[in-house]
C-alpha cells in the first residue's frame, strides 16, 4: 500500500479504495444497532486528520491517548475545539481512552498520587468533547513492570485510587474498566462499588485464552463499550479476519441484540479493511 500522507495530499481517493473492497460497501456508519468506532490512528498522520477521514466510515472514534510520559499526546485547547466542530459538522461522537501507563495499584502512594493527577488531567482537557465513555486500564504490574504478588493489598490500593479520583472530580459513572490479561471478574467489584462499566476487550480474552461465550454472556449487557481486535501467535490488534470462524460466530450472535458502543481497536488500513468487511456480516441478512 502507498505512503498514505502522500495520498491524503496528493489526490482526492480515499485510501480505503486502494485495496481490494470498494470504499463505499465499508461504511458502516449508522448500520448496526450499537456505535460502530475505530481508534484515532488508522492512517499515519496526526490526530485531527484521521478524524477527519474516518468520520465517513464510523459514528464515533476512539481517541487513543495511551502514553501520558508524552506531553504531546494530550490534546491542546486548539485541537479540542477542532475536535468538538469535526464531531457536530461529520454527526460523529467520540470516547476516550485514558493514558494506559497509570499503575493505580503501585505500592508508592506518591506515584499513585500522581497516576491519579495525570488521568484527571486527561478527563478534564477532553471533558468538552463529551465523550460517550472514559475507558480506564487497573493494570495488575507495579509501574517497573513487575507483576504485583499480594492480590489483596493490590486491590486495597486501587480501590484507594480509584476514590482519589472520584474526589478530584472524575465522573466515574463515566468510565469504562477494560479487562487485560485477567477475566472481567477480577475488576467486577471495582466496576459494581463505584458505579462504573465495564469495556469488555473480546481481543484480550482471546490472547489471553478466557472463555468468550461466558464473558460475554456475563458482562456484556454491562458493558458500555466492546473492544475487537484479532491475535496470532501472542499478538494483538490485529485484524478481526484473524478470528477464528467458531470464535467468530460467539462474538457475532452476540453482538446482535447489544446496544452500546464496538470500537475496532486496530493501528492501521491493513488491519482496519478486512475487520470492516467482517463486521458488516453482522449487518447483513442471511
Request: charged residues 25%; glycine residues 6%; aromatic residues 8%.
Amino acid at each position: 500500500m502507498r505512503d498514505l500522507k502522500t495520498s491524503m495530499t496528493s489526490d482526492t481517493r480515499h485510501p480505503l479504495s486502494d485495496t481490494s473492497y470498494p470504499a463505499s460497501e465499508l461504511r458502516a456508519k449508522r448500520r448496526f444497532p450499537f456505535r460502530i468506532a475505530t481508534t484515532s490512528y488508522i492512517l499515519p498522520a496526526e490526530i485531527l486528520p484521521n478524524i477527519s477521514f474516518l468520520a465517513n466510515y464510523f459514528d464515533e472514534i476512539e481517541l487513543v491517548l495511551f502514553e501520558s510520559g508524552r506531553e504531546s499526546n494530550l490534546p491542546t485547547l486548539g485541537e479540542i475545539r477542532e475536535m468538538a466542530r469535526l464531531a457536530s459538522d461529520l454527526d460523529l461522537t467520540y470516547n476516550v481512552h485514558l493514558p494506559a501507563d497509570l499503575f493505580f495499584g503501585d505500592p508508592d502512594a506518591a506515584l499513585r498520587r500522581r497516576f491519579c493527577d495525570t488521568a484527571v488531567r486527561f478527563y478534564r482537557r477532553t471533558q468538552p468533547l463529551t465523550p460517550t465513555c472514559y475507558i480506564l486500564h487497573l493494570d495488575s504490574r507495579r509501574a517497573d513492570g513487575t507483576v504485583e504478588p499480594d492480590k489483596s493489598a493490590w486491590g486495597n490500593r486501587v480501590r484507594e485510587s480509584i476514590e482519589t479520583m472520584r474526589m478530584k472530580g472524575l465522573d466515574l459513572r463515566r468510565v469504562a474498566v477494560e479487562n487485560l490479561e485477567y477475566p472481567l471478574q477480577r475488576i467486577s467489584p471495582f466496576v459494581e462499588a463505584f458505579d462504573m462499566s465495564f469495556c469488555l476487550d473480546v481481543g484480550h480474552l482471546l490472547r489471553y485464552g478466557h472463555d468468550v461465550a461466558e464473558q460475554m454472556g456475563s458482562f456484556l449487557k454491562k458493558s458500555s463499550m466492546v473492544h475487537l481486535h484479532g491475535v496470532d501467535n501472542g499478538k494483538d490488534h490485529l485484524g478481526l479476519d484473524l478470528i477464528a470462524p467458531a470464535q467468530w460466530g460467539v462474538i457475532r450472535s452476540s453482538l446482535e441484540g447489544y446496544g452500546g458502543g464496538v470500537s475496532i481497536e486496530v493501528f492501521s488500513l491493513d488491519d482496519l479493511t478486512p475487520s470492516l468487511a467482517r463486521m458488516l456480516e453482522i449487518s447483513r441478512k442471511e
